[in-house]
T-cell receptor
Framework: EAGVTQFPSHSVIEKGQTVTLRCDPI?????LYWYRRVMGKEIKFLLHFVKESKQDESGMPNNRFLAERTGGTYSTLKVQPAELEDSGVYFC?????????????????FGPGTRLLVL | GEDVEQSLFLSVREGDSSVINCTYT??????LYWYKQEPGAGLQLLTYIFSNMDMKQDQRLTVLLNKKDKHLSLRIADTQTGDSAIYFCAERVNRDDKIIFGKGTRLHILP
């Protein structure tokens, strides 16, 4: 079974430009999460999709960030326009929907992350 | 509030035991996790413990939970060079919810 994949692995852009990050979850996983780790700080939750619907977007920092998951498969996270403080590692994770599986704790499987540097 | 605290660095001699400590604030946390991140890699789930458990052992890993003090620890027995990584303590209140992470403890192995 393939794991969570993310593209690109690295991105270096200038302030004001646009960047789109992509996440392909594990096949069959309804839950998809985006997290971000800014240098030296915690890994912070950004948002959670259940299939194509946004379940929780309380962690999105501002309206420069737009996440989509059309069709409930892969997801994109667009930053437009990018600012210096957006630099960090963006992680994606996916899991089964525990309401369907009945398991007490559905493991979130993380991708390798996209390292974004805004200059 | 949601807050997970852990020390940032730990140095241990190869062959010794490593103990990484963590405190959390949300008493309603149901699941507590330890994730490992090796250089250039993603987050790997090492182990997790339910809040109704005190201890969980898995080969060289032992997780201890003191729910009263909201304290979680990870012990790695016979620490090897391959254990060098950042270890993240994390909590989750409900299944399918977001995970709340600490800043990570960088484990450095001394020869």
């Amino acid at each position: 079974e393939a794991g969570v994949t993310q593209f690109p692995s690295h991105s270096v852009i200038e302030k004001g430009q646009t960047v789109t990050l992509r996440c392909d979850p594990i096949s069959g996983h309804d839950n998809l999460y985006w997290y971000r780790r800014v240098m030296g700080k915690e890994i912070k939750f950004l948002l959670h999709f259940v299939k194509e619907s946004k379940q929780d977007e309380s962690g999105m920092p501002n309206n420069r960030f737009l996440a989509e998951r059309t069709g409930g498969t892969y997801s994109t996270l667009k930053v437009q326009p990018a600012e210096l403080e957006d630099s960090g590692v963006y992680f994606c994770a996916s899991s089964h929907d525990s309401r369907r599986t009945g398991w007490r704790s559905e493991t979130q499987y993380f991708g390798p992350g996209t390292r974004l540097l805004v200059l | 509030g949601e807050d997970v605290e852990q020390s940032l660095f730990l140095s241990v001699r190869e062959g010794d035991s490593s103990v990484i400590n963590c405190t959390y604030t949300d008493s309603s946390s149901t699941y507590l996790y330890w994730y490992k991140q090796e250089p250039g890699a993603g987050l790997q789930l090492l182990t997790y413990i339910f809040s109704n458990m005190d201890m969980k052992q898995d080969q060289r890993l032992t997780v201890l939970l003191n729910k009263k003090d909201k304290h979680l620890s990870l012990r790695i027995a016979d620490t090897q060079t391959g254990d060098s990584a950042i270890y993240f303590c994390a909590e989750r209140v409900n299944r399918d919810d977001k995970i709340i992470f600490g800043k990570g403890t960088r484990l450095h192995i001394l020869p």
